[in-house]
C-alpha cells in the first residue's frame, strides 16, 4: 500500500476556550483570501496538522471557536514553510537549477521503445491540447518559457503517461518535486494529490511493485508563474533518490514493435499487388490463384490469355466471395510489371507466355521465359480493362515507374525471342517509354543494356532529383539512364554485393537503401546481400553517386518486402535466408523497421506466415502495411500441410492463400492502447508542383509536427515500383489549418497519386488524404 509521507506541513495547537462546541478553521496563503479548511471541528480537538501545504509558502490561519450563540474567540497564526533545498538546488525569482539530475535537453534513444506520452496543454486544467510527444523521463524545469515553443510561458498543464516497470520487486519511495500542482498515480493508485499552487515542493509516497511488472502511471502537473518545475524520483530503501530513468518507462510491445493481426483468406496468391487510387487493393497471380495454369501451359502460348484479377476494398472481408472480381481476359499477367499513372490508371507491361520447349534441354530448364509483347491498361473509376499498345518485344519481369513529364519508363524482363540457341540472350535489351496522352510507345534504342551486366529482372529503377533514372540494381552495375529521345546510359558505377531479390527503395529524394538478396543466385563470386545494407545517395547536380554501408539487418533475407510508412522509415518484412524460391526451410518470420534518421533497423512484430518467393506488402490508406502471398508453386498444396506454421520449416504449404496486417508502433500508446490519430479533414485533391496548399485537421495545427506524402505503391518480386516519401514544409496558419508547399519538381515528387499525411510530435499519423500531383497543365 502507499503511505504519503515527507510532505512538508504546518502544524497548529491551540487551547479550549470554555463554552466552544466546534470550530471553524480558514487559511489563506499569502495575501489572498481566507478559504474555509474544516467548518465542523469537533469541540475536544486542540490540534490540526495541514499536510496540504508546499515549500518556502507563508500561510495564515484563522481558528474560529462556535457554540449555539454564533462564532466566539478567534485566533490567527502565520506559519511560513521552509524553502525547498537539497544540494545543489539553485532558486531564483525567475527558474530554477538542480545540480543532481541531468538537462531535461540529454539525448534521448529509442524513445519509442522507452518513454512516456506526453501531452502539453495551453491552460493550468489539462484543457487546451497543445502537443504530443514521447519523452525518457520527467524532469522540466521552467524560466519564464513555455514546455513547448509557442505555448504560454507561465500558465499550462502537461500529462504524462506510460508504463513503470522496476527491475525488482521493492518497496519504492516515489518523489515529486512541483512548482505548482501535481498528482501521481502509480498502478491506478492516486499517490500523490497536491493539485494547487506551491512554490517547489518534494512530496513522496510509498509503494511495492513486483519487478518487471509493468504498471500503468500517471502524472499531472500544472504551473502559473513564470518559474515552475516538475521532477519525478524514485529510490529503494536506504538510497537517494534519482531520477527514474527512461529503461523504467518501457513502451507495451504494440507501442515497441507494432503487431500483426489476424492471418486473413485471400483468394489468391498475391505475387502482385497494387494500391488503386481510392485505396482498394488489387492482387493477382496470373491464370489462377497458384500458378497451375502457368505451370500447365507452359507450351501453349494460346493458353496464356487470361488472369484472375481480385480487388479487395478494405474494411471488408478478404475471402473470395468477398472481393471483387476484375479479370483481364486477354493477356497472363504473371510477371507482368506496372505501376498507377498519373491519370489514376494501371499501366502493365508485359506478362506470360511460358517457356519456350523447343529450346533444348540445358542446366535444368527448356530454354527461357518468354514475355508477352501486350500492354494493359486497368481503369478503376469503372473497372474496366483496356488493350495498349504492343512493344517491339515481349517482357517477362519488367519494371515500370513514372518519369518527371508522365511517361512511363518500361525497362528489363525476358523477351519472346525463341532462336533455340539455348542460351540465355533474351533479355529485352531496348527500354519503352509510355505515352500516357497518346498512348504510344517509343524505343531507347541508343541505351541497350547489352553488355552493361545488369539485372534484367525487375530492375531497381528511380528517377533521381537530375530527372533520369538510376538503376540501383540488383546486380553489381549501377547506372544513370536519360530517358529523352532515344536514350543514353551514363557512366558505370560499380558495388560491392550481388542483391538478386533483395530490395531497393528510394527513401527520400536522391536517396535509395539496398538491402539484403544474393543468396539464391546461381552466377557470379560477388558477396551476397544476405543481411547487410547500403545508402546510394546521388548528386543532384551530375552523375555521381556516394555510397556507404550502413547497419545490417538483424537476418538474411532474400525476397523481403520493403515498405515506405508514413514517418518516412521503411518496413522490412519476410524474406528467406537462403532464397530458394518456393521453399519456406528458412524463412524469416521477425520483421525489421529501418529509420533514415539513425540508419539502423529495428527489430519489429513477428508474422505468422512466411513471406518468400511471390509475396508482396502494401501501404494502406489507413497507415497499416497488408503483407500478402508468397509461393505459386504451380499446383495445390497437399491438404494434409499445415498453413502458416514457422514450426514446420519447409514442411508447411507453400502457397500463401493469405495475408496479415501489419498495425506499426505508431498507431499505439506508450500502454499498448490505440493511439488518437489526428485527422485531415480538408486538403485538394490535386496541387501542381511547388504550390502552397492548405490543410485542415481536428486537431489544433500545434499538434501537426510533419506533413509528408507517400507515393501510391506497386508492388512484386520484392521491390516496389511506384512507392516514394517526401517530407513537406509547412506553416500553421490557423487554429486548425496548415499551408503546406509541394514538392518543387517533378524530379524530385514523379507525377502521380500520393499519401497525404500529417503527424503528430509523436510521430502518429492521420489517415492517408489521397492527393494527385501533377502539373497544373495537365487534364
Ligand atoms: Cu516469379
Partial sequence: MATPNDTPQVRLTWTAPAGVSRYTLERRIRDGSFETLEDN??????????????????????????????????????????????????????????????????????????????????????????ARRIEPNINRTFSGQGPVPGMDPDTF????????????????????????????????????????????????????????????????????????????????????????????????????????????PWPTVATHATLLPDGRVMTFHGLDPVGKGQSDNYRDYSKHASTQVFVWTPGTPTDAQSQARYDNTRTDLFCTGYVLAANGKLYLAGGNLGYDYSVPYTSGEHGFAAGHTHTNIFDPANNTWAAGPDMTQGRWYPSVITLPNEEMLIIGGNADQHNGDGIDNDKNYIADVWNPFNNTLRRLTSASSSGKGIEHFYPWVHVAPNGQVFLSGSYLNWYYLNTSGTGGWGPINIQTYNRYYGSSVMYEPGKILVLGGGANNLSGSAPKGGATAQVIELNPNNQTIAVRRVADMAHQRTHLNATLMPDGRIFVNGGNNDGINYSNATAVYESEIWSPKTETFKRAA??????????????????????????????????????????????????????????????????????????????????????????????????????????????????????????????????????????????????????????????????????????????
Fill in 157 to 264: 498543464s502537461i500529462r504524462w503517461t506510460g508504463l513503470l516497470t522496476p527491475p525488482t520487486t521493492d518497496t519504492y519511495t516515489l518523489v515529486v518535486l512541483a512548482d505548482d500542482g501535481v498528482r501521481l498515480w502509480v498502478g491506478n493508485q492516486l499517490l500523490i494529490n497536491r493539485w494547487a499552487d506551491q512554490n517547489l515542493t518534494r512530496r513522496t509516497a510509498q509503494i511495492t511493485l513486483n519487478g518487471g511488472q509493468a504498471y500503468p502511471i500517471r502524472l499531472e502537473y500544472y504551473n502559473r508563474d513564470p518559474r515552475g518545475a516538475i521532477k519525478l524520483r524514485w529510490s529503494r530503501a536506504g538510497q537517494t533518490p534519482v531520477l527514474i530513468p527512461q529503461n523504467a518507462f518501457k513502451r507495451h510491445a504494440k507501442a515497441r514493435i507494432g503487431y500483426f493481426g489476424p492471418k486473413l
Fill in 41 to 130: 471541528l469537533p469541540a475536544s480537538t486542540t490540534q490540526y496538522i495541514d499536510n496540504d501545504v508546499g515549500n518556502g509558502t507563508p500561510y495564515t490561519y484563522r481558528l474560529t471557536a462556535r457554540n449555539a450563540a454564533g462564532p466566539g474567540p478567534q485566533a490567527t497564526v502565520v506559519a511560513e514553510t521552509p524553502a525547498y533545498s537539497e544540494p545543489g538546488f539553485v532558486q531564483t525569482s525567475t527558474s530554477y537549477s538542480f545540480a543532481d539530475d541531468p538537462p531535461s535537453s540529454q539525448a534521448a534513444q529509442n524513445l519509442e521503445d522507452e518513454g512516456l506520452d506526453v501531452e502539453y496543454f495551453n491552460n493550468p486544467d489539462l484543457t487546451g491540447l497543445y
Fill in 606 to 779: 513477428e508474422a505468422q506466415c512466411p513471406r518468400t518467393y511471390h509475396s508482396t506488402a502494401l501501404l494502406l490508406l489507413d497507415g497499416t502495411i497488408i503483407t500478402m502471398g508468397g509461393g505459386a508453386i504451380g499446383g495445390d498444396d497437399s491438404p494434409s500441410l499445415p498453413e502458416c506454421d514457422k514450426t514446420a520449416g519447409d514442411a508447411q504449404k507453400v502457397n500463401q492463400l493469405n495475408a496479415e496486417i501489419y498495425y506499426p508502433p505508431y498507431l499505439h500508446n506508450a500502454d499498448g492502447s490505440e493511439a488518437a490519430r489526428p485527422v485531415i479533414q480538408a486538403a485538394p485533391e490535386r496541387v501542381s508542383y511547388g504550390q502552397t496548399f492548405s490543410i485542415s485537421t481536428d486537431v489544433p495545427s500545434s499538434l501537426v509536427e510533419r506533413v509528408t506524402l507517400v507515393a501510391f505503391g506497386s508492388v512484386t518480386h520484392a521491390f516496389n515500383m511506384g512507392q516514394r516519401f517526401l517530407e513537406l514544409s509547412f506553416t500553421r496558419t490557423g487554429p486548425h489549418t496548415l499551408s503546406a508547399v509541394a514538392p518543387a519538381s517533378a524530379n524530385l515528387a514523379t507525377p502521380g497519386y500520393y499519401q497525404l499525411y500529417v503527424l503528430d510530435g509523436r510521430g502518429v499519423p492521420s489517415k492517408a488524404w489521397v492527393m494527385r500531383l501533377r502539373e497544373a497543365g495537365r487534364p
